[in-house]
């Protein structure tokens, strides 16, 4: 099964050592417990190692006895296989595919989702989408420029792939996670907020910088709109709010 993992800078979890392209097994597996965990859901990831302090993320694959906790949260297996390293950016492009790939099949891209139950998991590959989303624990992916995206829920995790997306939380808990250029995020005190800057590398458009923060209220305020410009986290301009 294909999952997701975090770990710390220096390729540790939980006190084992781990190293891509590594294979490791164990006799036993049950979640929280022992046995090697991943996550189904890319950014449910953040739960266990936020984008900070140089934690790294890679995609794995898990085999043997494989336990799922439910509501897509941790999975647990008796063997793992540690694919490469994919970091920020490539965590929160899976989770918009991941989300695609919960909603919708081949040939459907709706350019507007509304949802108002909990545990939505909403996909869009539109340009100019609009998505709302009202219920508790929502995964929200988006990978079509000019997006507009709201989550009044909480636990919602939206990850953003669009440029020139707009994105609004207002629940708590939140983490919001774009991967697109001249993106704008307003959240809550307790968000963990994770901006994308572009630039020209050699005649190329190219990710030249990642900026992740937690609004927590003094320096990074509660309903402000946030962008990254220079490698600094900035208020957005005011013709953008």
């Not at 929280?32 to 140089?54: I, R, S, T």
Request: glycine letters at 14%; proline letters at 3%.
């Amino acid at each position: 099964m294909k999952a997701y993992k975090g770990f710390n800078n220096d390729m540790t979890c939980r006190g084992f050592q781990y190293e891509e392209g590594g294979e490791y097994e164990t006799d036993r597996a049950e979640v929280c417990e022992c046995g090697f965990h991943a996550c189904e859901a890319p950014l449910k990831v953040w739960d266990f190692y936020p984008p900070v302090d140089g934690n790294r993320f890679c995609e794995v694959e898990q085999d043997g006895d494989v336990k799922n906790e439910g509501a897509d949260g941790k999975s647990v297996s008796t063997k793992i296989k540690i694919g490469a390293e994919i970091g920020i950016p490539g965590l929160v492009k899976a989770h918009v595919e991941w989300c695609k790939k919960q909603t919708m099949d081949a040939t459907k891209t709706p350019d507007m989702t509304d949802k108002g139950g909990d545990f939505a998991k909403i996909g869009s590959s539109g340009d100019f989408a609009q998505i709302g989303s009202s219920g508790d624990y929502a995964q929200i992916g988006s990978s079509g420029n000019s997006a507009q995206i709201g989550s009044s829920g909480d636990f919602a995790k939206i990850g953003s792939s669009c440029d020139y997306a707009k994105i609004e939380c207002t629940g708590k808990n939140a983490v919001v996670a774009c991967a697109g250029a001249n993106t704008i995020v307003k959240a809550p005190v307790g968000a963990w907020i994770c901006l994308s800057e572009y630039g020209k590398v050699k005649g190329e458009i190219v990710c030249v910088g990642m900026n992740a923060f937690r609004i927590d209220g003094k320096k990074y305020k509660p309903d402000t709109w946030y962008t990254l410009k220079g490698g600094k986290v900035v208020k957005a301009e005011e013709g953008k709010e």
